[in-house]
């Protein structure tokens, strides 16, 4: 222990006189949360356009939700059918399991027949007594609005166009009667103007529930902003990997690396001092890029970035993501044989894994294979869990899996690099 | 501290039949090879670059593993006893192995911590090494503003902090100034006078011939002539040490 607190506090000396380096440590993130936000403000609440999974929960059985999804399919959304509970599809929408969850209630198909037949019969005070049938839709909160504004508006066409359908059918029904030349048929066939009612008005609704039971309403729309800065502040964190892997290499170089094999402290000891000082430096990064976000996002004309319920919530998972930030950065300066490579190397594994887990482009947004290696990415893990806390609303509980994973990583990478880095 | 069973007093460094092949190179850097140095003696390593000097220093310092053979230090074997060996043994090595942003004192009480020193015996340690090398004055300011010869002779104090039994010098007057240089020779020799065992590695034929006690040159991975500088010069036709090194080693250059 007195190894790791020894270095850890050499680290910290050693970055308190390198003014130049803390300037880049703590100034490139914050600048370039600033700027990809201002660009993204927009681009984010428009973009959502790519074929989307849905998950359906089917309570009716009936005609209705089969003509809906077959609907939902032509209307390029991917139907999945959800067979358990409405709580296990609320909460794996909530997981961002789903992006989209429908319930078609029980016997919708029944109430909207009985519906359309009433209609059908002409009573005049038919429309005043029909309450529309809604349906609920639910979204992952970490969608953003344009997204759900597609998928909204596609679900809407697709129950109405089911609704159409049906009404169309049990229209031909009654004229068959009708050209049979049943009795009393002819009393029930609606009047023009009931008729033409009856097919511009709509018995179905869609109604946007809140997918968590700590949100209202869902006119509480996701904060590009919550996404943004937990996004790039990540970005920036993972960045820290280089100037750790270059405190290696210059020791390395030094010669300092023969004087402290030669001395009786384990090099996981002496790593480990590394990783404690740079946790640190990442917090310090984190927390100021979120003070950036709280404070001066709204100064330019963007959103502020508001904290969870509990802020104490995200300690946790920015210790674990600059752990593994950090376990990065140790194995980068223990492969690497120079600054070159490891800042080459370095950058360009950083950029890759944040495009690959999610920072740039939401995962949900990326083509399915893209998709599967996301989870692949340790930043994919510690977005999850920054989106779960800030924007899910999600308890730290459920964090737990990628936190595990952010921990293991870093584990991993510290162990990989034991034997190497001061060899 | 409690020392173990096979602590031997007397024999400070013994290498047994040490053999080292680096990946790739025809020859071997130790063909072995075998050394014995008593406690107290000043032991100077010469040989031309790629001899296997490094390789030798390196290995009987614990750094790297032989392929083959065992070394013991007071009797010991760093594979049982590594960690108590490397709190005894001070090394310093042949670069400037000193984090240039601390301040003197600041690259002092860290490699103390990473000793095991702590508070009193700590401070008093980095104060004796400090005097020793003559940095009070400069003690509190960054590395970086150092000269040379006061880099080197931090370089030193660091090797120093443990009062170690034995010293590891790697060619630790390299690039240093007239007046440094001679500092540290003084210095040396005091420790040597203390009883601290020494293994030195140097170019400097005048330097190894006015300090060691004993000397041993090298090439190939093998000593060619071992014994007191001018025990080895008395039974020659050599004036002095260089000529029977160009004479052992050959006048070949040797660039790598």
């Given at each position: 222990m007195q190894t790791i607190l020894t270095t850890a506090l050499k680290e910290l000396l050693l970055l308190a006189r390198d003014y130049a380096g803390l300037l880049v440590l703590f100034l490139m993130p914050v600048t370039l949360v600033v700027i990809i936000t201002l660009v993204q403000e927009n681009i984010l609440q428009l973009s959502g356009q790519r074929p989307t999974e849905i998950c359906v929960q089917d309570e009716d059985q009936g005609p209705f939700a089969q003509t809906m999804e077959s609907y939902l399919e032509t209307a390029q959304l991917q139907v999945r059918r959800w067979e358990t509970s409405t709580e296990e599809l609320r909460q794996a929408v909530t997981g961002g399991t789903c992006q989209a969850g429908l319930i078609l209630g029980q016997d919708t198909s029944k109430q909207l027949q009985h519906q359309i037949g009433q209609q059908l019969v002409g009573e005049s005070d038919v429309d005043s007594s029909i309450s529309a049938l809604s349906l609920d839709l639910f979204f992952d909160p970490a969608t953003m609005v344009g997204f759900r504004a597609g998928i909204f508006a596609r679900v809407q066409i697709a129950a109405q166009a089911a609704e159409l359908e049906i009404k169309g059918a049990r229209l031909g029904e009654l004229l068959t009667e009708q050209a049979q030349g049943s009795a009393g048929v002819q009393a029930a066939t609606p009047a023009?103007?009931?008729?033409?009612?009856?097919?511009t008005s709509t018995l179905t609704s869609i109604t946007e529930r809140s997918s968590h039971s700590s949100q209202s309403t869902m006119a509480e729309v996701l904060n590009p902003v919550d996404r943004n800065v937990p996004a790039w502040a990540l970005f920036g964190m993972f960045f820290t990997a280089i100037p750790i892997a270059g405190t290696i290499l210059t020791e390395r170089?030094?010669?300092?690396?023969?004087?402290?094999?030669?001395?009786?402290?384990?090099?996981?000891?002496?790593?480990?001092?590394?990783?404690?000082?740079?946790?640190?430096?990442?917090?310090?990064?984190?927390?100021?890029?979120?003070?950036?976000?709280?404070?001066?996002?709204?100064?330019?004309?963007?959103?502020?970035?508001?904290?969870?319920?509990?802020?104490?919530?995200?300690?946790?998972?920015?210790?674990?993501?600059?752990?593994?930030?950090?376990?990065?950065?140790?194995?980068?300066?223990?492969?690497?044989?120079?600054?070159?490579?490891?800042?080459?190397?370095?950058?360009?594994?950083?950029?890759?894994?944040?495009?690959?887990?999610?920072?740039?482009?939401?995962?949900?947004?990326?083509?399915?294979?893209?998709?599967?290696?996301?989870?692949?990415?340790?930043?994919?893990?510690?977005?999850?869990?920054?989106?779960?806390?800030?924007?899910?609303?999600n308890p730290l509980a459920a964090t737990l899996n990628d936190q595990g994973r952010l921990l293991a990583f870093s584990l991993i990478m510290l162990i990989l690099s034991w034997k190497r880095a001061y060899r | 501290?409690?020392?173990?069973?096979?602590?031997?007093?007397?024999?400070?460094?013994?290498?047994?039949?040490?053999?080292?092949?680096?990946?790739?190179?025809?020859?071997?850097?130790?063909?072995?090879?075998?050394?014995?140095?008593?406690?107290?003696?000043?032991?100077?390593?010469?040989?031309?670059?790629?001899?296997?000097?490094?390789?030798?220093?390196?290995?009987?310092?614990?750094?790297?593993?032989?392929?083959?053979?065992?070394?013991?230090?007071?009797?010991?074997?760093?594979?049982?006893?590594?960690?108590?060996?490397?709190?005894?043994?001070?090394?310093?090595?042949?670069?400037?192995?000193?984090?240039?942003?601390?301040?003197?004192?600041?690259?002092?009480?860290?490699?103390?911590?990473?000793?095991?020193?702590?508070?009193?015996?700590?401070?008093?340690?980095?104060?004796?090494?400090?005097?020793?090398?003559?940095?009070?004055?400069?003690?509190?300011?960054?590395?970086?503003?150092?000269?040379?010869?006061?880099?080197?002779?931090?370089?030193?104090?660091?090797?120093?902090?443990?009062?170690?039994?034995?010293?590891?010098?790697?060619?630790?007057?390299?690039?240093?100034?007239?007046?440094?240089r001679h500092l540290i020779h003084q210095q040396l020799r005091q420790l040597h006078q203390r009883g601290t065992t020494i293994l030195y590695t140097t170019h400097y034929m005048e330097e190894a011939q006015e300090l060691c006690s004993r000397i041993a040159i090298l090439d190939h991975g093998k000593i060619l002539e071992e014994g007191a500088p001018k025990g080895l010069l008395s039974g020659s036709d050599h004036r002095n040490l260089e000529e029977l090194f160009i004479c052992l080693t050959g006048q070949q250059l040797r660039d790598d």
């Open positions: 023009g103007p009931n008729l033409r009612e009856m097919f170089q030094t010669g300092i690396a023969l004087r402290l094999t030669a001395m009786p402290v384990s090099p996981l000891g002496l790593l480990a001092g590394k990783m404690l000082a740079y946790l640190g430096v990442c917090t310090v990064q984190f927390l100021l890029i979120a003070l950036v976000g709280m404070y001066l996002f709204p100064q330019l004309g963007l959103q502020a970035f508001s904290l969870p319920a509990n802020p104490w919530n995200l300690l946790l998972p920015i210790c674990t993501s600059s752990l593994a930030a950090c376990g990065f950065g140790v194995w980068l300066g223990s492969i690497c044989r120079s600054y070159e490579q490891a800042s080459t190397l370095g950058a360009t594994a950083v950029v890759a894994a944040a495009a690959m887990g999610g920072i740039m482009v939401p995962v949900y947004a990326m083509p399915p294979l893209m998709q599967q290696l996301s989870i692949l990415s340790p930043l994919n893990w510690a977005i999850t869990c920054f989106s779960d806390v800030l924007i899910r609303g | 501290m409690k020392l173990p069973q096979e602590y031997n007093e007397n024999a400070a460094i013994t290498a047994e039949v040490l053999c080292r092949q680096y990946k790739g190179q025809p020859e071997p850097a130790l063909d072995h090879f075998s050394l014995s140095i008593a406690k107290g003696e000043f032991y100077g390593l010469l040989g031309p670059n790629g001899a296997g000097k490094t390789t030798i220093m390196s290995i009987l310092a614990g750094l790297q593993v032989p392929d083959s053979g065992n070394v013991r230090i007071h009797g010991m074997g760093y594979g049982r006893h590594g960690q108590v060996i490397k709190a005894r043994i001070g090394l310093v090595p042949q670069d400037l192995a000193l984090y240039q942003r601390l301040t003197g004192m600041e690259n002092m009480w860290y490699f103390a911590r990473l000793l095991g020193l702590s508070g009193q015996e700590a401070q008093v340690r980095i104060a004796e090494s400090l005097e020793f090398c003559q940095l009070q004055d400069r003690a509190r300011q960054p590395v970086l503003t150092y000269s040379g010869g006061m880099k080197r002779r931090l370089n030193l104090a660091i090797g120093l902090l443990n009062d170690p039994w034995v010293l590891f010098l790697d060619e630790p007057t390299v690039g240093v100034d007239t007046q440094s």
